[in-house]
């Protein structure tokens, strides 16, 4: 513990920078980041010295007993990381993003409302069959991870943009008047959490609820929304960790209860800490720095086995051959982002890729600030909704999968409406409809009584002798 206070102050301190920049932007990137690596970090190894957690136990495996030694000297690998990904973002995102009610245009409310509408109704028939053809193969291999079609296992998130579509129409006014559409929406948002809210999908549900936050408080005075999505955060990580403890059979309400709060006060969903410390005991003793190669199995990944029988696998412990192919899935600790980054080159591989996520994320939230505000609020939203799962690490081929099937129907959104999205929209075509772009009246001069009016069409409305 001695070597522990001046680590949790670095981590605090972003924490307080991240809320200093929410005060002065209405950014949320900065303090989602560093609050996220204070809970699986700092708080992690706080949690198992003080408050009765432990360290996840892989010495089955043939690896070494993780240790509060181990962890202590894996926690400035995280730290830097968040560092140098926060201080990249913050110096390549100078935008203020004004506080203020929103609404879409009305060209583009009426564009996606009756293709939403279509969309809920086929999807969700269509979630169905592919979970029952999901079910099928899962009877027949006895393995959701080796026996079942990732395309049919990823479909159904589909519904996460559903659902935050549902919300921002619902948010910026476009369903108002429509009691048909009200009930679809309550129906599909009902579905997403549904679909969201178990096990293996916890982490969809922790980014879906924070996404939703965001949109239903982004008009709020910035003081007043940092209360606001503090609490939600808060409800959220209880649910989140809620969800956990369903994975133990066996235990009444009153248990589950219990011990959904241990799980929440003690990070035990959180263990990504645990996860850097394995990782470290994996690269390069066991297997040689990636390099760059976890990043270009996402290029590769969609690949089916059908046509590349000899596609590498992805993932340490499967490339090591220590997975378990019964049940739903395979053996992993989740190392965070900057392990996965840790993976491909030790302290290059953190600093390249930090100031790369940085300096993406920045270029999103610039993108966005050039839109309307309702447009504004719906890409950051998709944003922090795909940062949890994201700054979990692991997996990265698998996890950009997950997020490229959950919101593909609001980049379609974004990129047939970017014209009219924008800020400033360009001057639009006779037969088009006309731009919401505010403008001062010109001055008129008063009509004089007229007889006849010019033909030519430049003087139209200028009434002559």
């Known amino acids: 513990m001695e070597a522990f206070p001046p680590l949790a102050f670095a981590q605090f301190l972003l924490v307080a920078w991240g809320a200093l920049w929410l005060l002065k932007r209405n950014d949320e990137i900065p303090i989602l980041i560093a609050a996220f690596f204070t809970y699986c970090g700092a708080y992690r190894y706080y949690a198992v010295e003080k408050l009765g957690g432990t360290w996840v136990d892989v010495s089955p495996f043939g690896f070494e007993q993780l240790t509060s030694e181990s962890a202590i000297k894996a926690l400035p690998f995280m730290i830097v990381g968040q560092m140098v990904m926060v201080t990249t973002y913050c110096l390549l995102q100078s935008h203020t993003i004004p506080v203020s009610s929103f609404?879409?245009?009305?060209?583009?409310?009426?564009?996606?409302?009756?293709?939403?509408?279509?969309?809920?109704?086929?999807?969700?028939?269509?979630?169905?069959?592919?979970?029952?053809?999901?079910?099928?193969?899962?009877?027949?291999?006895?393995?959701?991870?080796?026996?079942?079609?990732?395309?049919?296992?990823?479909?159904?998130?589909?519904?996460?943009?559903?659902?935050?579509?549902?919300?921002?129409?619902?948010?910026?006014?476009?369903?108002?008047?429509?009691?048909?559409?009200?009930?679809?929406?309550?129906?599909?948002?009902?579905?997403?959490?549904?679909?969201?809210?178990?096990?293996?999908?916890?982490?969809?549900?922790?980014?879906?609820?924070?996404?939703?936050?965001i949109i239903v408080s982004a008009h709020l005075k910035t003081r007043i929304k940092i209360v606001l999505q503090t609490f939600i955060s808060i409800l959220v990580i209880l649910i989140f960790s809620f969800a956990g403890a369903l994975r133990y059979s066996g235990i009444d309400d009153d248990k589950t209860k219990s011990a959904s709060w241990d799980r929440a006060v003690q990070a035990e969903d959180a263990n990504m800490l645990d996860g850097l410390v394995l990782i470290q005991q994996v690269y390069p003793e066991r297997l040689p720095y990636a390099l760059g190669g976890s990043h270009a199995e996402i290029l590769l990944r969609p690949i089916p086995r059908s046509i590349w029988p000899g596609k590498p696998v992805g993932g340490y412990m499967n490339k090591l051959g220590l997975t378990i192919a019964e049940g739903r899935g395979t053996l992993g600790i989740s190392p965070s982002l900057i392990g996965s980054f840790y993976a491909e080159g030790s302290w290059f591989g953190i600093f390249f890729f930090a100031s790369l996520y940085g300096a993406a994320l920045a270029g999103i939230i610039r993108y966005a600030a050039s839109l309307q505000p309702g447009a504004s609020v719906l890409v950051r939203a998709v944003v922090c909704a795909a940062l949890v799962p994201l700054l979990r690490g692991g997996d990265l081929p698998g996890i950009y999968a997950w997020l490229g099937m959950s919101f593909w129907p609001v980049a379609i959104f974004l990129y047939t409406h970017h014209r009219y999205l924008k800020l400033k929209a360009p001057v639009q075509s006779q037969d088009s409809e006309p731009a919401i772009i505010p403008l001062d009246p010109l001055p008129t001069a008063p009509a004089l009584p007229s007889k006849s009016r010019h033909p030519h069409p430049g003087l139209q409305g200028v009434d002559l002798e």
């Open 103 to 213: 609404t879409l245009p009305q060209r583009a409310t009426d564009w996606i409302r009756p293709k939403l509408l279509i969309l809920s109704l086929a999807i969700f028939p269509l979630v169905a069959v592919t979970r029952a053809a999901a079910s099928a193969q899962f009877n027949e291999s006895g393995s959701y991870a080796f026996g079942v079609s990732s395309y049919l296992l990823l479909f159904p998130m589909v519904l996460t943009s559903i659902g935050l579509l549902w919300v921002l129409l619902w948010r910026t006014g476009g369903l108002d008047g429509h009691k048909l559409l009200k009930a679809v929406a309550l129906i599909s948002i009902a579905g997403v959490i549904w679909q969201s809210f178990d096990v293996s999908g916890r982490y969809k549900f922790l980014g879906w609820m924070i996404a939703v936050g």
